[in-house]
């Protein structure tokens, strides 16, 4: 964690700048975000969303000294105060880029995501977190709910197994996070209706990793046995004793969750619970260049995680085990 990280940027963290004003239970799954300083309406979004515990990072990425400038502290503390929700579910962990570092407000450059999903997910008070996707998407079930009634997948979550929730997008008109569908049934008819769509949750399209065919009917869970390397959707997980997201990339969650898979962690599918994002936030585009150094990075970082994670099988004489079936697999097969 933070190994990519400059000293100037790791020393402006302010852990639970503000705290929440309960204490959530360890067995509680906390949602595990950020935001971006001129989009603190998504602390709304959340908390209306989910009911748990959320960790959030706030990255002040520029401040302004001019007179009647934004202030986006000042504004955080005005929403806390007016909604109860917020102050009840939410901490919020300051991180502030230092001036050697800040770009002029009108720059438009990627954000540092995976830093961020690291510093949210373990700063969570809680042993499991959902770790939500960056684009926008929301949770639109009860997922603690969910592995509370089930006890047999809440021992797998244990025993360090992810949990995916299939994502989807809503085309136009956009329906306003008020309006989105809270179930299954409300969403697969939306699907049927030809406004919402599966998201492949890939940057890369390679595999199918969640056949919605077979979703709309599945009751139990579905173990995903193709792995795409290129896969980033909404998980469910540990918040210890797992690998953390690579910070060489820029926003990278397919990063995170590949070397999980690797390291022997199995992937199922989630037949209720799902995320959706309603079109309100426009999805930040990448450049040619950005898209170009984005794939030839992530290929090497292919190479390297099927080395790194072989050698430790091999070394551990465990390369034939079970739970180094996904590296066998997936580095033999190449990317």
Same mark, same amino acid.
């Given at each position: 964690?933070?190994?990519?990280?400059?000293?100037?940027?790791?020393?402006?963290?302010?852990?639970?700048?503000?705290?929440?004003?309960?204490?959530?239970?360890?067995?509680?799954?906390?949602?595990?975000?950020?935001?971006?300083?001129?989009?603190?309406?998504?602390?709304?979004?959340?908390?209306?969303?989910?009911?748990?515990?959320?960790?959030?990072?706030?990255?002040?990425?520029?401040?302004?000294?001019?007179?009647?400038?934004?202030?986006?502290?000042?504004?955080?503390?005005?929403?806390?105060?007016?909604?109860?929700?917020?102050?009840?579910?939410?901490?919020?962990?300051?991180?502030?880029?230092?001036?050697?570092?800040?770009?002029?407000?009108?720059?438009?450059?990627?954000?540092?995501?995976?830093?961020?999903?690291?510093?949210?997910?373990?700063?969570?008070?809680?042993?499991?977190?959902?770790?939500?996707?960056?684009?926008?998407?929301?949770?639109?079930?009860?997922?603690?709910?969910?592995?509370?009634?089930?006890?047999?997948?809440?021992?797998?979550?244990?025993?360090?197994?992810?949990?995916?929730?299939?994502?989807?997008?809503?085309?136009?008109?956009?329906?306003?996070?008020?309006? /989105? $569908?809270? #179930?299954?049934?409300?969403?697969?008819?939306?699907?049927? +209706?030809?406004?919402?769509?599966?998201? *492949? %949750? &890939?940057?890369?399209?390679?595999?199918?990793?969640?056949?919605?065919?077979?979703?709309?009917?599945?009751?139990?869970?579905?173990?995903?046995?193709?792995?795409?390397?290129?896969?980033?959707?909404?998980?469910?997980?540990?918040?210890?004793?797992?690998?953390?997201?690579?910070?060489?990339?820029?926003?990278?969650?397919?990063?995170?969750?590949?070397?999980?898979?690797?390291?022997?962690?199995?992937?199922?599918? /989630? $037949?209720? #619970?799902?995320?959706?994002?309603?079109?309100?936030?426009? +999805?930040?585009?990448?450049?040619?260049? *950005? %898209? &170009?150094?984005?794939?030839?990075?992530?290929?090497?970082?292919?190479?390297?995680?099927?080395?790194?994670?072989?050698?430790?099988?091999?070394?551990?004489?465990?390369?034939?085990?079970?739970?180094?079936?996904?590296?066998?697999?997936?580095?033999?097969?190449?990317?």
């Amino acid at each position: 964690m933070f190994t990519f990280s400059s000293p100037d940027i790791t020393d402006n963290i302010q852990p639970f700048f503000v705290r929440s004003e309960s204490t959530p239970r360890p067995d509680e799954i906390t949602l595990a975000a950020f935001v971006q300083q001129d989009e603190l309406s998504e602390l709304i979004r959340l908390v209306e969303h989910f009911q748990g515990p959320i960790s959030v990072v706030l990255h002040l990425d520029y401040t302004s000294e001019e007179p009647g400038a934004p202030n986006p502290i000042a504004r955080l503390h005005t929403m806390r105060n007016s909604s109860p929700k917020i102050r009840n579910q939410v901490d919020i962990h300051v991180i502030t880029t230092p001036r050697t570092h800040r770009r002029p407000a009108s720059t438009t450059v990627q954000q540092q995501s995976n830093l961020h999903r690291n510093m949210a997910r373990f700063f969570a008070r809680t042993d499991f977190v959902l770790l939500l996707d960056a684009d926008g998407s929301l949770p639109a079930t009860d997922v603690a709910k969910t592995f509370r009634d089930y006890q047999p997948w809440m021992e797998k979550l244990r025993a360090g197994n992810v949990f995916v929730l299939p994502g989807f997008n809503v085309l136009a008109p956009v329906l306003k996070y008020t309006q /989105l $569908p809270r #179930d299954k049934s409300s969403l697969l008819a939306l699907v049927h +209706e030809g406004q919402v769509v599966l998201s *492949e %949750k &890939t940057w890369k399209r390679t595999i199918r990793n969640v056949d919605f065919n077979a979703w709309a009917t599945q009751t139990r869970l579905s173990a995903i046995q193709n792995y795409d390397p290129y896969f980033g959707p909404s998980v469910v997980m540990r918040r210890d004793k797992m690998l953390w997201c690579p910070e060489r990339f820029g926003d990278n969650q397919a990063a995170c969750l590949f070397e999980l898979y690797l390291s022997g962690a199995d992937f199922w599918v /989630l $037949p209720t #619970d799902y995320t959706i994002n309603g079109g309100e936030r426009a +999805e930040v585009e990448l450049t040619e260049r *950005e %898209k &170009t150094i984005n794939t030839r990075l992530y290929q090497k970082f292919h190479e390297e995680s099927c080395l790194k994670h072989a050698r430790a099988f091999y070394a551990a004489g465990e390369w034939d085990s079970d739970r180094a079936k996904h590296c066998r697999i997936s580095c033999q097969k190449g990317e």
